[in-house]
């Protein structure tokens, strides 16, 4: 029986997306590479040329940077981007008092 041909999915924005959110986190590739137990050379792959991460280290990606995988496979724009996530997340650990200084 011949093989179904599948287009493969391009995770470059993927990518791209997690390397601006560990920018913004000031946090070094090999920072992120030791507490994931990978390879650097594996997550700068993912950032800079698309590789496809395993199921494992996609989903930790997107909770380590409170990424949201629906604006990467659904046709349909999410209710909050990446950004705004990562915002209600910074302020989902902010006390009270402290967003009113």
Do not use: C, W
């Not at 993927?14 to 986190?25: L, T």
């Not at 659904?74 to 009113?100: F, N, V």
């Amino acid at each position: 029986m011949a093989k179904r041909p599948v287009e493969k999915y391009d995770f470059k924005a993927f990518g791209q997306a997690i390397k601006n959110a560990r920018k913004e986190s000031k946090e070094s590739r090999k920072k992120v590479s030791d507490e994931m137990y990978i390879f650097p050379r594996y997550l700068a792959n993912i950032e800079n040329n698309g590789q496809h991460p395993s199921l494992q280290i996609f989903f930790e990606l997107m909770l380590r940077y409170h990424i949201s995988v629906d604006q990467f496979l659904l046709d349909t724009p999410p209710e909050k981007d990446t950004k705004r996530r990562q915002l209600d997340a910074l302020l989902d650990d902010m006390s009270d008092t402290g967003l009113l200084l």
